[in-house]
């Protein structure tokens, strides 16, 4: 059962102001179709997505580099710097795991461990209607606020190739005797193919998740430009702007949302004119 977002929920804390509706310059729109804001993606969410990339793009330069060197000559010094810089990288990017992983269990509906995995026939429609999407067989998009079902399913496959490139990487630093990574992790080599094993599976996804980094920006990019609610400002401000209507038949929206952000509305269009009246009155 999808829970309701609470005010607190709908409250962005680095800013302190509630969602509250946009409206629209052509005030003839029925209520409907006036664009709320509605606040998804909050501060932990944001911040590990982007920690999460800045690491990746570090290690995959560091990484490349240490498996082929390019651009400067490969001396000792060189190396034992780029090896430092992808170690530091590695930790951040175990770090944001770790705070990910955390808040899947303390964060809001859009950001819960319910909203990555289908629990309903819904769900499974819904992977069905966003892969026609992605092939070109039809042209509307699943209601949704936050992830979309085809897309938390593959975040699931995303984050166990994580998990797997973590344990590889730090299973290398382990077989050159770094520890704890060397009595940690010693067993990795044995069930995979050995040390040549570890590396090839360590390089390979990389590639893999570089490849899913760029259908990630790409999909961001193609779904904001069709639904236009702001979803490339939503993962740096957190807020997304949706037509009322579509709050309400989302997914993970519904009247009960609609209502809140209405009462909201309501609270702030009285304070707006309190505040002409105060205006005024001066």
Do not use: C
Not at 44 to 52: I, Q
Not at 88 to 95: E, K, M
């Amino acid at each position: 059962m999808t829970t309701l977002p609470t005010q607190a929920d709908l409250l962005a804390p680095e800013a302190g102001l509630p969602a509250n509706v946009v409206r629209p310059i052509d005030q003839s729109l029925p209520p409907m179709m006036e664009r709320v804001r509605v606040y998804v993606w909050e501060l932990p969410v944001r911040l590990t997505h982007w920690v999460t990339f800045a690491a990746l793009v570090v290690l995959t330069i560091t990484g490349s580099y240490i498996a082929d060197p390019f651009f400067f000559t490969p001396g000792q010094d060189t190396m034992r710097l780029v090896r430092f810089i992808h170690l530091v990288a590695a930790y951040s990017f175990v770090a944001s795991g770790v705070l990910r992983t955390y808040w899947l269990f303390a964060g809001n509906q859009f950001s819960r461990w319910s909203a990555f995995i289908p629990t309903n026939r819904r769900h499974l429609r819904e992977v069905v209607s966003q892969t026609q999407f992605y092939l070109f067989l039809r042209k509307d998009l699943p209601g949704i606020l936050g992830h979309n079902a085809l897309a938390s399913g593959t975040y699931l496959v995303v984050f166990l190739l994580f998990l797997v490139q973590t344990l590889t990487g730090f299973a290398l630093v382990g077989i050159h005797g770094t520890q704890p990574w060397a009595t940690l992790l010693g067993w990795v080599p044995s069930v995979m193919f050995g040390e040549q094993g570890v590396r090839v599976i360590h390089h390979l996804l990389m590639w893999a998740i570089v490849a899913f980094a760029i259908h990630h920006v790409y999909s961001a990019i193609l779904v904001d430009h069709i639904e236009r609610n702001g979803l490339m400002s939503s993962i740096f401000a957190g807020s997304k702007f949706v037509a009322r209507w579509r709050v309400i038949e989302a997914r993970d929206g519904g009247i009960a949302l609609d209502s809140l952000v209405s009462k909201q509305d309501d609270e702030e269009s009285r304070a707006e004119a309190l505040a002409t009246a105060l205006r005024t009155r001066e």
